[in-house]
């Protein structure tokens, strides 16, 4: 579980209110509206929300995807997607866990590397972490592949994870390079959930995506349960194993004695960037892929709708279902974003948060911090207010000296022991350098005015196709996923603002 549970009054006004929306499952929309708190399509913008403060706590990373916190241990654990894992006590940093030896080799446009990491929650007794990377093509993993995903357990030694304590928990042979997700966390309930992108490509077809019930959109990953684990929240135990494999399934797992494979938590999924628990409930954040990003509140069993739908509209047809041929509701998000609007562009790559539970700012109590990629030059934060209604208000964040618009890309969230936020930010359109930055979130000392720097950017000598081509659309879709496609040195700058103008 992550962060200190709530006072049990506290706890159950929130849990009331999640659990209203879950049981709503969402309104079901028509093509191409937005509704609930964001308004209609004509609204001028998003409404002011809190002025907060960034205080850096450790720099000189490249691509600070994750900020973790090991039970008893108050010191943040830096996951950088080039492979390694550092601790930060003071300022300074020491290694904690490599695995680059074993990882693909990275550089272009990139969206694999070290994508997540989760302590056991009885770390302090067993010494057990859990990374999840991006390995050369295993046994397997068809030839014609990107790469292997690998979700593995390392036994620390102190305050290093030799890599020598490896053991494989699971694989999957993942089709494209891009859309790999990578989040994992442990619940309440002590299983890891452990997040699966669609498997890449654009629209969920192509290399490795079968075919789904909807006829009118090909592919796709996301509503199928069958044939393989992609495109969904998995819920494993790894206290256990059955049979050959080195882990157990949960008995209450949605699938189980029915058809599908039993791993499977909830689907419906494209390209799920971090999720979180506030409680018992479970926040994933799900990039889009033309026009809307979204956050759900996740439920056993939920289908989450993509490749029939985006957020809560149709994709790529004129008109969709709101529900399986078997009658299953699929379910809206509680947090939806356009791409653009009125000339302003919100953002095209959601970054999951958490819920606050904090006392440095007490403006974001019981709110849900989260943020996009890049909304203009740089990174944006966005705060959301459960309510009892099916889509949450949202509101934009003031950063104090820099406005609603951050000077570097937004990569991560972070929570520590005492429900406390940090963000992992870089500067870096590629995947190199030292300007990745963790930063705790504070109270604002002044009044969040200010001018915001351009994070480096270099326009791509071509039109994008050295692996571009493997995450958009041909629709004309944003970067499969932006966070990670940015590192690449793609020149996502010049690169963006091309796919916004074909969108119109």
């Not at 108050?74 to 020491?94: A, I, K, L, M, W």
């Not at 000077?407 to 992992?424: K, Q």
């Not at 005015?449 to 351009?454: F, I, L, M, N, P």
Request: hydrophobic letters at 30%.
């Amino acid at each position: 579980m992550t962060g200190r549970p709530l006072a049990g009054g506290q706890r159950r006004t929130r849990r009331q209110f999640l659990a209203s929306a879950a049981a709503a499952g969402g309104v079901a929309l028509g093509p191409g509206c937005v509704t609930g708190r964001l308004g209609t399509a004509d609204d001028t913008g998003l409404a002011a929300g809190p002025t907060i403060a960034l205080e850096s706590v450790a720099e000189g990373f490249t691509a600070p995807l994750g900020v973790e916190f090991a039970p008893g241990d108050d010191r943040p654990y830096v996951v950088d997607q080039t492979g390694t894992v550092d601790v930060v006590e003071d300022g300074e940093r020491s290694r904690f866990l490599d695995v680059r030896d074993r990882m693909v080799s990275l550089g272009g446009y990139e969206e694999r590397g070290l994508l997540g990491l989760a302590f056991h929650p009885e770390y302090e007794e067993n010494g057990r972490v859990f990374a999840r990377y991006s390995a050369p093509r295993r046994s397997g993993t068809p030839s014609n592949y990107s790469h292997t995903f690998v979700l593995a357990e390392f036994t620390a030694d102190g305050d290093s994870a030799p890599t020598g304590s490896e053991r494989t928990v699971l694989e999957i042979p993942q089709p494209q390079s891009n859309h790999n997700a990578g989040a994992i966390v442990f619940g309440p309930d002590g299983y890891l959930y452990v997040a699966t992108g669609d498997g890449g490509g654009g629209g969920d077809r192509g290399t490795g995506h079968v075919a789904d019930w909807y006829d009118p959109v090909s592919g796709g990953n996301g509503q199928d349960v069958t044939e393989n684990l992609l495109g969904s929240v998995l819920r494993i135990d790894v206290d256990g194993s059955d049979g050959s494999k080195p882990y157990a399934i949960p008995d209450d797992n949605p699938l189980v004695g029915r058809e599908g494979l039993d791993e499977h938590y909830a689907w419906g999924f494209r390209n799920p960037w971090r999720m979180s628990f506030a409680g018992e409930d479970l926040l994933v954040a799900d990039v889009g892929q033309n026009r809307y990003e979204e956050v759900s509140l996740v439920r056993s069993g939920g289908n989450y709708g993509w490749n029939v739908r985006e957020g809560a509209h149709c994709y790529s047809a004129s008109d969709c279902p709101t529900e399986t041929p078997d009658g299953d509701p699929l379910v809206d998000p509680v947090v939806e974003y356009p791409h653009e609007r009125d000339g302003e562009t919100l953002g095209i790559a959601v970054v999951g948060g958490y819920l606050y539970q904090g006392d440095a700012v007490p403006e974001l109590a019981d709110r849900y911090l989260f943020g996009d990629w890049r909304g203009g030059s740089g990174g944006r934060l966005y705060v959301a207010d459960p309510t009892d209604d099916s889509r949450w208000p949202m509101a934009s964040v003031q950063v104090a000296g820099q406005g609603t618009v951050l000077d570097a890309l937004l990569l991560s969230f972070g929570e520590d022991h005492d429900g406390e936020l940090y963000v992992g930010t870089t500067r870096s359109t590629r995947l190199s350098g030292d300007s990745g930055v963790v930063s705790r979130v504070t109270a604002a000392g002044s009044d969040g005015d200010g001018e915001s720097a351009a994070p480096d950017s270099t326009e791509p000598a071509g039109d994008g196709d050295d692996g571009a081509g493997e995450g958009t659309d041909d629709s004309g879709a944003t970067p499969g996923f932006g966070a990670l496609a940015a590192l690449a040195g793609l020149g996502i700058g010049g690169y963006v603002t091309r796919e916004l103008s074909r969108r119109r």
